[in-house]
């Protein structure tokens, strides 16, 4: 079992930046690709990148490309989101698996969420 824990989010203006923080307990990362979801409302949770832990491997969606930068150290997964726009702002969530995907499904375990709000 992963227990997962998001920190770092705000309110920043556009243009600013956020790092968001995902922390796990109970196990390591060592085994997992941890994966970054968002959600706006009325909308669906959507994919923002992921990284495999072994390798430092990182995938991202097209709409984050170049702004978006996931890493790594010890015992956390960073999300370092720069040049921050309007429709970046969702609630964020961390996510552990097994499987080098970018559906929901193929992640096992979920933090509960850290909101970004970015202002025009």
């Known amino acids: 079992q992963v227990q997962l824990v998001e920190s770092g989010g705000g309110l920043v203006q556009a243009g600013g930046s956020l790092r968001l923080s995902c922390a796990a307990s109970g196990r390591t990362f060592s085994s997992y690709v941890v994966g970054w979801f968002r959600q706006a409302p009325g909308k669906e949770r959507e994919f923002v990148g992921r990284i495999t832990w072994s390798s430092g491997y990182t995938y991202y969606a097209d709409s984050v490309k170049g702004r978006f930068t996931i890493s790594r150290d010890n015992t956390n997964v960073t999300l370092q989101m720069n040049s921050l726009k309007p429709e970046d702002t969702a609630v964020y969530y961390c996510?552990?698996?097994?499987?080098?995907?970018?559906?929901?499904?193929?992640?096992?375990?979920w933090g509960q969420g850290t909101q970004v709000t970015v202002s025009s």
């Open positions: 996510a552990a698996g097994s499987t080098l995907t970018i559906r929901r499904s193929g992640y096992d375990y």
